[in-house]
């Protein structure tokens, strides 16, 4: 039942505690997201579209994935609390938008996107 | 008070009511997430360090980086999602190990890192 | 017959040329190679893997996707230089080194990698 | 000398000796791409802007990410040859356009961008 707000709380006292505030300005942040999505990338890069399913069905691999899914989490919590973003309600704002400019039905409706360009 | 698991709910509705969970298979939700980082270091990366603070005090620049950050996160969870992870428990796990690897006194708490790695 | 080190000096000429060397610190050029990286990585995420060929045997695809594709390649030139790597020499070892690793024939020969990790 | 012309064909001829061809789709070599860029990134995050150059000046580490930055190098060549484009051709041509874009005076050169939007 994670709430964003208390993660990145937690996330921010986390950081606070070890004197590592002044490591995590804006662009070392990004670079950290950068270098944990590629992390998730290595992890599928060679899996076939085929072999997916059994590939994360394993739960040692579903576990591993889930680790550096979270390390993605935990560095986007990190880089909004100290922009000033409330990420939650960024994303709430977000996905109601989308679901204005992406109708269920109709001639918008023919990408797999997910976000709508600004 | 967005909860992790509400949010997941409602991406995925979002994208069942779109039929787009066609073109929703892991590796392409990576690029997607790639890309949506992407967007996040084309807003920073040419800010001075100095200038940052000026920069994201603009709240039409907060709403900005805010947007992209969202879009991460629609991704981040629809994909967590996808491969059957529980984010918001993979997150918490992770967070409490890496408390107990980087102690907040000692030789380990030299770096900046929030993360562990495995 | 592109030469990388004629491309590397003709990057930081027409980056000297504008005065732009002081905006691109280590730091801000990964962060605008990841900004291409994700350019690309948007160019195909959506596009199912049996509609790749068709969609890049398109000439305007073809062109943009290169395009971008340039962009990453003008940045990673740019990184090396300001980092004082010899890109080309780097690529050379690093395939050779890759050529030891991963013997044509046998148990090595498990992976779709083209890098071999240190 | 490096030419990309003739590492393109090094880079091929080694996936071809391995059969690993059939691994290189254009979205597993982005995510491959996406993964050699962030461990890039993960050898600047945490380096202070007024430490990178002392950090770069030492051989060893100059070697290491001259390593990272080689594997960006042969994922993007092989990519560009999976895709059919020239990446040297496209290289030239994006910066004989980014000359013209970018004036070396005037109100364009506000930027450090390397590279035009089209």
Chains 1, 2, 3, 4 share one sequence.
Do not use: C, H
Request: net charge negative; no cysteine; aromatic share 8%.
């Amino acid at each position: 039942m994670t709430r964003i707000d208390e993660f990145t709380t937690a996330v921010r006292a986390f950081s606070q505690e070890r004197d590592w505030e002044k490591f995590q300005d804006p662009k070392s942040l990004v670079l950290a997201l950068t270098g944990e999505v590629g992390e998730v990338a290595e992890l599928l890069q060679w899996v076939r579209e085929a072999d997916l399913p059994a590939e994360f069905a394993s739960p040692e691999r579903k576990e591993r994935i889930g680790d550096e899914l979270a390390d993605v989490f935990i560095y986007l919590v990190r880089l909004a609390d100290v922009l000033g973003v409330d990420l939650g309600a960024a994303a709430e704002a977000k996905l109601a938008r989308n679901r204005e400019r992406f109708p269920t039905t109709g001639p918008n409706n023919v990408t797999g996107r997910l976000v709508s360009k600004q």
